[in-house]
């Protein structure tokens, strides 16, 4: 889309984090602590009681992705479960990660993510990284 991708990073399409995401014990909790003492905004929510995530934009379109279900304290490794960045074609840069050893976690694929107000459909892809993180293309029109 216009001016979704702004930056210079030629091998991503623009580049920048999408969203770092995190599990929580509390999400209603979270997501009020994030919107009142950070001014993160909601953009993009979905799921039922007990498997509920949304999208918080951080101010500048970079988003904290909270997901429910976490445990107190949190496991082994911590919160973070991964972090995304943005890219225009997610299927070669999966492909120029799979060349150079990664694991490829999550193949690309197509999913529709069933906000409250409307659907997101979102080209997505996971590997892992050199020290073991966990990695996620990402692409869509709106975020």
Same mark, same amino acid.
């Given at each position: 889309? /216009?001016? @979704?991708?702004? +930056? *210079?990073?030629?091998?991503?399409? $623009? =580049?920048?984090?999408? &969203?770092? !995401? %995190? #599990?929580?014990?509390?999400?209603?909790?979270?997501?009020?602590?994030?919107?009142?003492?950070?001014?993160?905004?909601?953009?993009?929510?979905?799921?039922?009681?007990?498997?509920?995530?949304?999208?918080?934009?951080?101010?500048?379109?970079?988003?904290? /992705?909270? @997901?429910?279900? +976490? *445990?107190?304290?949190?496991?082994? $490794? =911590?919160?973070?479960? &991964?972090? !995304? %960045? #943005?890219?225009?074609?997610?299927?070669?840069?999966?492909?120029?990660?799979?060349?150079?050893?990664?694991?490829?976690?999550?193949?690309?694929?197509?999913?529709?993510?069933?906000?409250?107000?409307?659907?997101?459909?979102?080209?997505?892809?996971?590997?892992?990284?050199?020290?073991?993180?966990?990695?996620?293309?990402?692409?869509?029109?709106?975020?």
């Amino acid at each position: 889309p /216009e001016g @979704f991708m702004t +930056g *210079t990073n030629a091998v991503l399409g $623009g =580049g920048g984090f999408h &969203h770092v !995401a %995190v #599990r929580v014990a509390d999400f209603d909790a979270a997501v009020k602590f994030y919107a009142d003492v950070l001014g993160f905004s909601p953009k993009v929510a979905w799921g039922d009681l007990g498997k509920r995530a949304v999208m918080l934009d951080t101010g500048k379109g970079d988003y904290l /992705e909270v @997901f429910e279900g +976490g *445990t107190t304290p949190p496991p082994s $490794g =911590g919160t973070i479960l &991964h972090y !995304a %960045v #943005r890219c225009v074609d997610v299927d070669s840069v999966i492909e120029a990660a799979r060349s150079r050893g990664c694991e490829v976690t999550v193949e690309p694929k197509d999913v529709t993510i069933q906000n409250r107000d409307f659907p997101l459909p979102v080209r997505i892809a996971f590997f892992t990284g050199p020290a073991g993180e966990q990695i996620e293309l990402f692409r869509n029109d709106l975020t």
